[in-house]
């Protein structure tokens, strides 16, 4: 499927002022340095494609979350010495995004050059999806370009309101994640593996649900595996558990269920976890095997726990998938032909004593070894997903994978096959 709007590659640029919006909203340390450039880097080729076709680039974003107020530790001013040395050429900063200190930059910005506007969110009119607010933004160029992928499943100012008021194309990022993400979706290499995390099933529900309808297999894992044992008769301690959603994952189980009574779907939740009492890289584990209550047959469920010895004590928590179980989703992978994956299997911030992987983050190590190809099978692999893209960023490996999302939500939206407000607001093709 090909991208349905224009892009910068449509339009002529030459000598025209473009407003840029991208997503620069990348972590910052106590001191105010940026641990991890990738949003920016992703942001290069359409900001060197521009300055390349003789064009003054005017970039907005937000970082943070700052509501509405000036929060001088919310500032981009790190984000512009970072693009600078990433372009290498002078970046200027304006220390508004409207008013008279950003409408004099903007005017004596010159074709070739690149000026960076302050914090979107320093006002609450951007949120807010303000009008006025947007046609002040729009006042400072000819051109809006679209390239904050992470951003674009919002209706705020910035993505929206904005589009009303010049005419607004998708940058290279843009274009590139949203080709990306639909063909998975559309047109996989199967068999398609999903790979589905995080805390709670009802920020996933959607998401599930479409992996459901197309995947070739399911597997589950993170804190929201949690309900689903439980659901399951399985005893889960302490484990951070969503009473509310029970109902929910017993209505998820139903529909594996009837959908494997039509076609072939492996639905995997995990056999055993990486338990203690609590999360702290020195707490004690110790790996409880819960197999032998969830059976290969889905309609067993629910089956309660019969053997002391394999369930998780009261004051435990599963703070991580188990070897079997990751062993047994690295298999899956040696299957596949495309894999998905969508937030971790355990508590991946936990630093270890010793090496580069915390106590609780070998399950996800596992399924990064076999999605790389250590085990022979080398599939196309996207990833999605805050948590997920944070654990490989930290392990360097952004650069391995086929395609690492800039965008959480917008992943997520778009994977459900939802609109995505900023997109839709774009110039068709």
Request: hydrophobic residues 40%; aromatic residues 6%; glycine residues 10%.
């Amino acid at each position: 499927m090909s991208f349905t709007k224009k892009t910068i590659k449509d339009i002529d640029v030459d000598g025209k002022r473009v407003l840029l919006r991208a997503d620069y909203n990348v972590p910052l340390d106590g001191d105010g340095t940026i641990t991890d450039d990738y949003r920016i880097q992703q942001s290069l080729p359409t900001v060197q494609y521009l300055l390349e076709h003789n064009a003054a680039v005017i970039i907005c974003s937000h970082l943070g979350r700052p509501k509405g107020k000036v929060s001088p530790k919310e500032s981009l001013f790190p984000v512009a010495k970072r693009l600078q040395d990433l372009l290498g050429k002078d970046v200027e900063f304006a220390t508004d995004c409207v008013g008279d200190r950003a409408k004099k930059a903007a005017e004596s910005l010159k074709p070739g050059s690149v000026l960076l506007l302050e914090n979107l969110r320093f006002h609450s009119e951007e949120e807010a999806n303000d009008n006025t607010f947007a046609k002040e933004l729009a006042s400072l160029a000819d051109v809006f370009v679209q390239d904050g992928f992470g951003v674009v499943h919002r209706a705020h100012a910035s993505t929206e309101a904005v589009t009303h008021h010049l005419p607004s194309v998708a940058g290279l990022l843009l274009e590139h994640e949203v080709d990306t993400i639909t063909n998975v979706m559309q047109k996989p290499d199967r068999p398609l593996v999903t790979i589905v995390g995080g805390a709670k099933i009802t920020d996933k529900i959607e998401i599930l649900n479409r992996f459901l309808e197309i995947a070739d297999a399911v597997a589950v894992g993170g804190a929201m595996a949690n309900t689903f044992l439980h659901a399951a008769g399985v005893q889960v301690g302490k484990s951070k558990v969503e009473p509310d959603e029970l109902p929910l994952a017993k209505e998820i189980l139903h529909k594996v269920r009837e959908i494997q009574k039509e076609r072939d779907l492996v639905f995997y939740l995990p056999q055993d976890g990486v338990v203690a009492n609590k999360v702290d890289k020195a707490a004690p584990t110790r790996i409880v095997d819960w197999s032998a209550h969830i059976i290969a047959d889905i309609e067993a469920y629910p089956k309660r726990a019969v053997h002391d010895a394999s369930q998780v004590k009261d004051d435990e928590m599963i703070l991580d998938i188990g070897p079997f179980s990751g062993a047994f989703i690295a298999g899956l992978l040696q299957l596949a032909g495309t894999v998905v994956w969508n937030g971790t299997m355990g508590v991946t911030e936990t630093k270890s004593l010793q090496g580069p992987v915390g106590p609780t983050a070998h399950g996800s190590e596992l399924l990064i070894e076999a999605m790389l190809g250590q085990f022979g099978n080398h599939p196309f692999s996207v990833v999605g997903g805050g948590d997920t893209v944070g654990f490989i960023q930290d392990r360097k490996l952004t650069g391995s994978f086929d395609h690492v999302s800039t965008g959480g939500g917008a992943s997520l939206e778009l994977m459900s096959g939802r609109k995505l407000p900023g997109v839709e607001a774009l110039n068709s093709a």
